[in-house]
């Protein structure tokens, strides 16, 4: 990031203070599907931190995830903050910078550390404008992978015996069926309930897509989203916008859809197949 401005900041790099400093400690660790960031200033200029004081400045962090489209700016006028991300709104490189910011338009800004350079001007901070810029930090987040659909999808019996609902809130999306058809499926064997997967789970992914990536429903810190989210990326890129939600959907099952069809066949040859003849 570059920052070119027309008035000094106190950052690496740059000269316009002498006996000056801004460093922070930057301790970023996930704790479950939350990012956790806390942050220690470092601010060694005594007309900056009167500033502070005085509520016409504070501390800032700007944080970036290029690849998922987060950017978001925290403020405070403390040394110490602390910062709470759901990771399924990170994706691969976070960048992280710590700032000082101006609150409000500091006129005929004036600073005992300021080089001789800056002697003969009226100096004006605007609002916002950077007083300093510590070094930034880059971490790496790694999302938990899966190897299917199947783990996001779990079903329930339920007293309702006309319909079919779900409940997204939660790790799984939990799917209720009636509960003479959940025991049904519940003595199936492995290979025979993914074939319920498929059929149960196509129409309530196309009203979880519709809602949370058609309409853009904020979908909290759920697993499921990142499972989804990680299949879209996979499929149409990292950069991916969806406008229809059957289409995604259907894409994004094309492999449990497969898998369920060659689990019929296959059971289709079991039972019908002849020795002698071999069909």
Not at 4 to 30: I, N, Q, R
Not at 55 to 61: F, P
Not at 119 to 138: C, Q, S
Not at 247 to 273: C, M, P, Q, W
């Amino acid at each position: 990031m570059a920052y070119e401005c027309s008035y000094p900041v106190l950052m690496v790099g740059k000269d316009d203070y002498s006996s000056s400093s801004f460093d922070c400690d930057v301790k970023a660790t996930v704790e479950g599907t939350a990012l956790i960031i806390k942050i220690s200033f470092k601010l060694d200029n005594q007309g900056i931190q009167e500033l502070i004081k005085e509520g016409l400045a504070g501390y800032g962090v700007l944080v970036i995830c290029s690849k998922s489209g987060f950017r978001k700016y925290y403020s405070n006028n403390h040394q110490e903050m602390g910062i709470k991300i759901p990771t399924n709104k990170l994706f691969d490189k976070v960048m992280i910078v710590p700032e000082v910011i101006a609150f409000e338009n500091i006129y005929q800004y004036e600073n005992e550390l300021l080089n001789d350079e800056y002697n003969d001007y009226t100096i004006t901070i605007p609002k916002m404008g950077f007083l300093a810029v510590a070094p930034r930090t880059e971490i790496k987040i790694e999302r938990e992978r899966y190897k299917n659909l199947e783990s996001i999808c779990k079903f329930a019996a339920s007293d309702d015996k006309l319909r079919r609902n779900y409940d997204d809130d939660g790790d799984c999306i939990t799917i209720f069926l009636p509960e003479e058809l959940f025991i049904k499926y519940s003595r199936l064997s492995k290979d025979l309930q993914e074939i319920y997967t498929a059929i149960h789970i196509t129409p309530v992914l196309v009203d979880v897509v519709q809602r949370y990536w058609v309409d853009k429903v904020d979908a909290d810190e759920w697993r499921w989203y990142d499972v989804l989210d990680e299949k879209f990326r996979t499929m149409l890129g990292d950069d991916y916008q969806i406008d229809n939600a059957y289409d995604a959907v259907i894409r994004v099952i094309g492999e449990l859809l497969f898998d369920a069809s060659n689990t019929i066949y296959k059971s289709h040859l079991e039972v019908n197949y002849d020795d002698d003849t071999g069909y």
